[in-house]
């Protein structure tokens, strides 16, 4: 059965999608731990990111780090931080988490639904696409 991400990949559910390439997209999720956490997802449905064939996890990697350097540009955190847990959606994804202040928590337990007005806010300011 397909994931939530392909569901969301293929456009059959709606997300704030802020970058795309042929074989990843990004975008916010819904219960962000800070303003602007981003999901990365690789469009290949593959459950743990230790499954990834290495020339798709290096990609992975090269697409978050061109996207983290996005977010530290357009809204000015201290850093970008990356959390891999995969735990919650059984497809392989890479979470950036803003860091707008030291100490602060990247637990994933700690997102909060964010409103629909919030989330297209910082998808306008955060596009690459």
């Known amino acids: 059965m397909p994931s939530i991400f392909t569901h ?69 955190p201290i850093r970008v931080g990356l959390v891999i847990e995969g735990m919650e959606v059984p497809h392989a994804h890479i979470h950036l988490i803003p860091i707008y202040q030291v100490g602060q928590s990247m637990s994933l337990s700690l997102g909060v639904a964010a409103s629909q007005d919030e989330l297209a806010e910082i998808a306008a300011q955060c596009s690459m696409l």
């Open 8 to 76: 969301i990949i293929q456009g059959e559910i709606p997300s704030y999608k802020i970058a795309e390439n042929d074989a990843h997209v990004a975008f916010l999720d819904i219960r962000p731990v800070a303003k602007g956490h981003t999901l990365i997802v690789p469009k290949q449905e593959i459950d743990k990111w230790t499954d990834l064939p290495p020339d798709l996890l290096s990609d992975t990697m090269l697409f978050a780090k061109t996207v983290a350097q996005h977010l530290e540009h357009t809204l000015k």
